[in-house]
C-alpha cells in the first residue's frame, strides 16, 4: 500500500514510537494529526515538526474521545490512517499485593477498550475513503509475557485477539487492519524495564512503513521476529527467553 498523501492520526504521538511515526510519515507527504494527554508535550513535538496538527485528549476519557472524533469529522472528513499508539503500563509482580485489580483496569481501558471505542467512532470516516488503514500497536509480549508487566501483556493480547477480528470483519472492506509488535523500545515510557536496552524508536518507525508498503499485516519488529517463531515451536520456552532478559 502506498503510504503518502494520506492523512494519518496517530494516538499518543507526542514522544516515542508515535513521534517518530508521525516525524517520518510527514517526511512521505502525509498530513499527520497528534494526540496525547500533555498540552506542552504535545506542542514541543509539533514544533519538531514541520505542518503537524495536535488534539489535546485523553483516549480512555469517553468525553476527550467523543470531542477527538467531532474535531476529526469537522477538520480531517478525509482520515485514511489511524494508528492507535496509546499506552499505559505498571511494572510490579502478581505477588506483591500491588492491587492489581486497579493497575489492570487502568491499562485495560488505555491498551485495549479505548482502542475499540474510538476505532469504533471513526469507521464511518475511515469507510467513506476508497482505501483506509487501522494500525494497533501491540507488543513482543503478547507471544510471551513478561513477568514483571502481567497485565499490560494481558491488554496487549487482548488487542491482539481484537486487532485479527477486526482485520476478519472489514477483510471485504476498503479498510485494512494491521498489527505493530515492537519488542523493547528505548523510550521514556519503557524506562522503568530497562528500555536504554531497547532499540531506537525511529526504527520502529522505519519497520511500519515497511510493512504497510508491503501489506504486512503483523509487522514484527526486530527481536519479536525471533520471539514469534520461538513461540510457535515452544510457548513455554519463548516465556522462559523473554523473562530471562527481562522484557
Known amino acids: 500500500m502506498n503510504i503518502s498523501n494520506k492523512t494519518v492520526l496517530i494516538i499518543g504521538g507526542s514522544a516515542g514510537i508515535g513521534f517518530e511515526t508521525a516525524k517520518l510519515l510527514t517526511s512521505k507527504g502525509n498530513k499527520v494529526i497528534i494526540t496525547g494527554r500533555d498540552e506542552n508535550r504535545l506542542k514541543a513535538a509539533a514544533a519538531k515538526i514541520e505542518g503537524v496538527s495536535y488534539f489535546v485528549g485523553d483516549v480512555s476519557s469517553e468525553a476527550d474521545t467523543l470531542k477527538l472524533v467531532d474535531y476529526i469529522n469537522q477538520n480531517f472528513p478525509q482520515l485514511d490512517v489511524l494508528i492507535n499508539n496509546?499506552?499505559?503500563?505498571?511494572?510490579?509482580?502478581?505477588?506483591?499485593?500491588?492491587?492489581?485489580?486497579?493497575?489492570?483496569?487502568?491499562?485495560?481501558?488505555?491498551?485495549?477498550?479505548?482502542?475499540?471505542?474510538?476505532?469504533?467512532?471513526?469507521?464511518?470516516?475511515?469507510?467513506?475513503?476508497?482505501?483506509?488503514?487501522?494500525?494497533?500497536?501491540?507488543?513482543?509480549?503478547?507471544?510471551?509475557?513478561?513477568?514483571?508487566?502481567?497485565?499490560?501483556?494481558?491488554?496487549?493480547?487482548?488487542?491482539h485477539s481484537y486487532t485479527r477480528s477486526l482485520r476478519y470483519a472489514l477483510k471485504d472492506t476498503g479498510v485494512k487492519v494491521f498489527e505493530l509488535m515492537p519488542p523493547l523500545v528505548d523510550t521514556d515510557f519503557s524506562t522503568e524495564i530497562g528500555g536504554h536496552n531497547g532499540i531506537p524508536p525511529s526504527q520502529v518507525a522505519e519497520e511500519l512503513l515497511d510493512g504497510l508498503t508491503n501489506d504486512v499485516a503483523e509487522i514484527h519488529v526486530g527481536q519479536t521476529a525471533d520471539m514469534y517463531k520461538l513461540y510457535l515451536s515452544s510457548p513455554e520456552q519463548a516465556l522462559l527467553v523473554l523473562n530471562s532478559r527481562g522484557e
Not at 513477568?147 to 493480547?157: G, Q, R, V
Request: hydrophobic share 55%; net charge neutral; charged share 15%.
Open 86 to 159: 496509546a499506552g499505559r503500563a505498571v511494572v510490579y509482580q502478581l505477588t506483591d499485593n500491588a492491587n492489581a485489580f486497579d493497575i489492570a483496569s487502568d491499562e485495560i481501558l488505555t491498551n485495549y477498550l479505548a482502542i475499540i471505542r474510538l476505532t469504533e467512532k471513526l469507521l464511518p470516516v475511515l469507510r467513506a475513503q476508497k482505501e483506509a488503514v487501522i494500525v494497533n500497536v501491540t507488543s513482543i509480549v503478547v507471544f510471551a509475557p513478561g513477568a514483571s508487566l502481567p497485565t499490560y501483556a494481558a491488554s496487549k493480547a487482548a488487542l
